[in-house]
């Protein structure tokens, strides 16, 4: 069959979703279609919902920069969202605008510079912690990744306003509640008076987060003036689109869309890159060689980051590969074309990085691990819209400068102390994120020789 044409929309019928999915399940229906379409604007026959799927970095940057305006949140995925993270930083218009200035100034490069000593002590003793768990014995790699990242993010969040075990208890309520979205997502033409599975749990999830955090804010606004670095601070200092102070709902559910936005998504990436390297034992052997040069047998600093070139590159092909925001959904506001494709206003758009980062037109033999493709000519060289982990646009991550450093430190730091086994089969699944199919076991030792 020759490959679809950019022209057109590549048509997949629902009797075609149907068998794919039941032969390689969802993420065999993504890949295949993918694969098949090689960029084109792919049309999925979902019964009534009909999205089109997006990869070709020219359309994308049609979608996410060029128009962008009539491409706005909107779709189920925020609308499900919805009372979970709030119309804050996860939604449009001048309440997201308040809170991505506020939050953006306070991830920008200053605040990693100021706040880089908090990040990379919080990175040394989360590492410790991990050792002390999985010396010579196994431990669930996404359950540790997912308290270190607890770790590091909470002084970033949250100032020192929560314990750690608070910190963790947030993020399990938080993926409960995520959890049980996945059928109101998969099937968005249901409204909401119609009740579905998980609803309740949703319910309960939200509730104990409110529990949880609203206190939290009542104290640190009662108590503020302190000038702090950390989001919860900004936020609390920073003004609505009326000129107020935000409110402490819309404060609450920004914090709990940073922990959705940010916590899975890096547990999971860094779970990935163990399962990745173990596989590539010269890809380690680099790592380790930089970051005994770099860190010279001390803890991380900050300023070690820019220099863990290697280690910056080998991240960067973990999250090609494996890019968490597999699905970035928008709707069209008003009709347009994508391409040569007319898009009807209504029209929900399914930009996937993950798929673009797969398009062999762009990634040669795409599915090699290869940290190489990140040298600066290579990157240089590429289409700039091309690879997009962290989005683009307007609605560009504003963690990722953080993640950055954050993954980076965790990566030096461990392999230049331990030698890491991972056990299991890991292969992804399609859920919000790509979370592993099985448990995949960690088990540090220390390390041979040097
Ligand atoms: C591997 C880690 C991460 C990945 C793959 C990731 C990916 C993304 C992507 C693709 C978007 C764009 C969504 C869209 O266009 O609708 C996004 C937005 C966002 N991310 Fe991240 N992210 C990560 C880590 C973080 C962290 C650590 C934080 C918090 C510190 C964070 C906070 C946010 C926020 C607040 C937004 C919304 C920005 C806006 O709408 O203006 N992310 N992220």
Redesign the pocket.
């Known amino acids: 069959m020759p490959p679809p044409t950019l022209d057109r929309v590549h048509d997949v019928p629902l009797r075609r979703v149907l068998s794919q999915l039941v032969r390689g399940g969802p993420l065999g229906l993504v890949e295949g279609v993918g694969r098949r379409a090689q960029g084109a604007v792919v049309r999925l026959g979902l019964g009534p919902f009909r999205p089109l799927l997006v990869t070709h970095p020219d359309h994308v940057r049609h979608v996410?920069r060029d128009r962008a305006e009539n491409y706005v949140?909107g779709a189920a995925m925020?609308d499900a969202l919805g009372p979970l993270t709030g119309r804050g930083?996860?939604?449009e218009g001048p309440g997201?605008l308040a809170?991505?200035d506020i939050?953006?100034q306070g991830?920008s490069g200053g605040y990693l510079q100021r706040t880089g000593e908090v990040i990379a002590d919080s990175v040394e003793q989360a590492v410790k912690e991990l050792a002390d768990r999985a010396l010579s014995r196994p431990v669930d790699a996404v359950a540790e990744m997912t308290r270190l990242?607890h770790r590091v993010?909470n002084p970033?969040?949250f100032g020192c306003r929560v314990s750690a075990a608070q910190c963790d208890r947030l993020g399990e309520e938080v993926t409960t509640a995520l959890g049980s979205l996945l059928w109101r997502m998969a099937m968005p033409f249901v409204p909401d008076r119609v009740p579905m599975p998980g609803d309740r749990a949703f319910l309960r999830a939200t509730r104990t987060i409110d529990r949880m955090l609203l206190p939290v804010i009542d104290r640190a606004r009662r108590q503020e003036g302190d000038g702090g670095a950390d989001?919860m601070s900004g936020l609390l200092r920073g003004r609505g689109p009326d000129g107020r102070p935000l409110s402490d709902e819309h404060v609450s559910r920004?914090i709990v869309?940073?922990f959705v936005?940010?916590?899975e998504?890096?547990a999971?990436?860094?779970t990935w890159a163990w399962a990745v390297l173990a596989r590539h034992p010269a890809v380690v052997a680099g790592v380790r060689q930089e970051a005994d040069q770099v860190l010279a047998g001390g803890p991380p600093r900050p300023e070690h980051v820019r220099k863990l070139v290697f280690t910056q590159q080998v991240m960067a092909e973990v999250?090609r590969l494996y890019?968490?925001?597999w699905a970035?959904?928008?709707v069209a506001r008003e009709d347009d074309m994508v391409g040569r494709v007319a898009v009807p206003a209504g029209t929900t758009l399914v930009?996937s990085?993950y798929l673009t980062h797969r398009l062999a037109e762009f990634w040669p033999d795409p599915l090699r691990f290869d940290p190489g493709r990140f040298d600066k000519q290579a990157v240089r060289e590429r289409h700039p819209l091309v690879y997009?982990?962290?989005?683009?646009?307007?609605?560009?991550?504003?963690?990722?400068a953080?993640?950055a450093m954050?993954?980076v430190l965790v990566l030096a730091t461990v392999l230049s102390r331990y030698e890491v086994h991972v056990s299991g089969d890991p292969r992804p699944r399609l859920a919000v994120?790509l979370p592993p199919r099985g448990r995949v076991g960690l088990t540090f030792a220390p390390r041979s020789s040097r």
């Open positions: 996410l949140r925020w930083i996860a939604g997201w809170s991505r939050l953006r991830m990242v993010i970033v969040f989001l920004d869309a940073l936005a940010g916590s998504s890096s999971l990436t860094l999250m890019s968490m925001a970035v959904p928008r930009i990085p997009l982990p962290f989005g683009d646009g307007v609605h560009q991550c504003v963690g990722q953080f993640f954050e993954s994120a």
